[in-house]
């Protein structure tokens, strides 16, 4: 366990993040000390008897607030149980500033701030802060007060209980000091580490803007690009075009089974985090929005170029520590990314099947990541498979278009250059590649190849010394089902899959499962490198809705009538070109929508499930054999959609009993 900035991954600091809106209960709101510690595991199982806390969402006291707060609890146990960093953290120190019920101050002049102090067993401290967040009047105005009049220079209450609170819990610590804050809290959590930077402070903050940005000078403001202090914003937050983006280390691509509205983007359930921890595909991003804002703030958010040997010197001590592989490979290509204003990095990895060899993309910087995804390149299909297939780093600039013509296809990049590096122990084992696509306005120099080049280098050093093996991130599969680690299920795209069962039973419960309505403590369901577990049912819901497709799905299928089967299939697609009228003529049903499906002959029902799959345009097709239909018929139907697997027009899957009499 360690408290290490480096080493902590970004799913565990979240966890953080988010943990300190849930106010304490009562009787533990003044019972922590360093003496009488709160241990982290201990906080999270707390988080049932929180009553009023924020997500960043109002929160009362509903059935539905209660079912929320079970699912976070759980997320955070899964968190905390995969996690080898956050075990045996100790809460030293609690505050809420806030009246009422909620505080444990006894300050009269209340500012609405929450804090908690922690520490790990080997001297590292860190401070998590967060605003008021609260429907009381009085911390509203506290809170939006303090920061209106911290943005005209003024400095505020809150910030110096902030700095106050941060340097009580910081007494004896040994080692590493860090800093973490969203929203309002990443305010103060940046107004903490501007004003102890003589301390080696790191920092991490998400969403939030330094209203005290007019107190700072040119030392504390230029700190803010220091590598000690990192900001997260959200795609679309308010704060990433509000004034002060020159400091802007990561924006992080908003959850594409998430909603758009405000609390969406600013949330912490916006953003999604990959297999490994990361955040998912993250760019690197050191920018103003405009040159009048550039000048206004004295180009403070002027890019620093640095030599070939500070870029070596800052990687080195960015990844010296890093124990976690996932870790180094995402910080490698964050680095990269920063030094040579690459639109892309990937690490493929080299893999193979009936086929023969293939590499496929395992950590991915891109705003269009999602296109990577299930991309299988073999050789001759782009300049990676070159690097990987023939050992050798390459640097193309104005590459042939037929070398990448699938590469294109996949991603709809237009690549005018490439650099990819052989990753490997040695020459003769090489295991994947490093691949930086298009530099920003330019394309890649001699001198950018040279410093990937010597960066990869060093990364495939602290690899070896590592002693990790790459036996974790072989696992290329469309949609996966696992429990405890152990895979119960896996497809790859445009595969055609047969499960065989031996009773409509235990068809049915495993049907269920893969399409996320039924999964258990410990089961996970990972879809093109996403990660549900069984809280998140909005984000399965909107995975069921988007992705999938059944054809004659569960067992009360039959008896639906079909007026109500193509209703419900127009409220999944919410697609308003389609009407009930038009999908009734569609498939030759307008005489019979009151008639329930089982009364249907195979040849009207084949057609409409088909065709209802094929109108969703699906990721995936699940197919169970109904009772009544013909075997005869039904193995016709899978011949067929075999085709489209082969085709690449979907993936499917086939759900059947062994008994099954085919022929």
Known sequence: ??????????????????????????????????????????????????????????????????????????????????????????????????YGALGNSADLAKTSLVAIALEDSEGNGAVVYSGCESRQLSGMVLDWGGCLLASLGIDTRHHRKALAF????????????????????????????????????????VNAQPYCWSIMDEEQKKALK???YEYIVHQNDPTRNSGYVSYVSRTAPLNRYAGKGLLDIHNFGGVNFDFYGNLEGTRVIRETKSAFQARLFQDFSAEKHWSHDECMARFFEKTKEIKSLPRLFSITLDELLLVTKAQVAVIWLRES???????????????????????????????????????????IRNPDQ???????????????SIIAV??????????????????????????????????????????????????????????????HGQCLFSTERFSYTEKFFQNQTDKQIFYQKIIGKRLEVGERLIFNRQIFTPELKAPLKRLYDQEFAEMFGNKLFLKRKVKTHLL????????RHYSLSWLAGLFGLKDQLNQPIGELDDKTMILMEYG??????????????????????????????????????????????ENENLF
């Open 353 to 395: 099947d009936h086929q023969g060899a293939f590499i496929y993309p395992l950590i991915i910087r891109s705003g269009s990541r999602e296109d990577f995804y299930q991309l299988k390149l073999r050789q001759g299909d782009g300049i990676a498979t070159r690097s990987v297939f023939e050992g050798l780093p390459l640097l």
């Open 568 to 575: 419900k299939f127009l409220k999944g697609l919410d697609k």
């Open 1 to 98: 366990m360690s408290l290490k900035m480096s080493g902590l991954l970004d799913i565990e600091k979240y966890l953080l993040l988010e943990l300190v809106y849930y106010h304490l209960p009562g009787p533990y709101r003044n019972s922590i000390t360093k003496e009488l510690p709160l241990f982290l595991d201990q906080y999270i199982d707390l988080i049932g008897q929180c009553k009023n806390a924020m997500v960043p969402e109002l929160l009362g006291r509903s059935k539905r607030i209660t079912r929320l707060l079970k699912k976070r609890q759980a997320h955070f146990q899964k968190v905390f149980a995969m996690s080898d960093n956050l075990s045996n953290l100790r809460v030293t120190a609690y505050l809420n500033d806030n």
């Open 612 to 657: 209802l799959a094929r109108l969703k345009n699906p990721k995936i097709i699940f197919l169970n054999q109904p009772a009544s239909m013909n075997s005869r018929t039904f193995e016709i139907l899978c011949r067929h959609l075999k085709e489209l697997a082969r085709s690449k027009v979907t993936t499917v899957v086939v759900l059947r009993l």
């Open 166 to 205: 941060y340097d009580q819990a910081m007494s004896g610590i040994t080692g590493e000091r860090n800093l973490f804050g969203h929203s309002k809290g990443g305010n103060l959590a940046t107004y903490v580490y501007i004003n102890r930077l003589t301390e080696d402070t790191n920092a991490y903050c």
């Open 402 to 416: 037929t070398a990448i013509r699938k590469l294109k296809q996949m991603t709809g990049l237009s690549i005018s």
């Open 422 to 483: 052989p990753l490997g122990i040695d020459e003769k084992e090489v295991f994947g590649a490093l691949e930086l696509i298009n530099k920003t306005e330019d394309v890649f120099s001699l001198e950018d190849f040279a410093l990937v080049n010597e960066m990869t280098i060093l990364m495939l050093d602290l690899f070896k010394r590592s002693g990790e093996s790459l036996g974790i991130f072989h696992d290329f599969a469309l949609l996966q089902l696992k429990k």
């Open 226 to 228: 220091n590598e000690r």
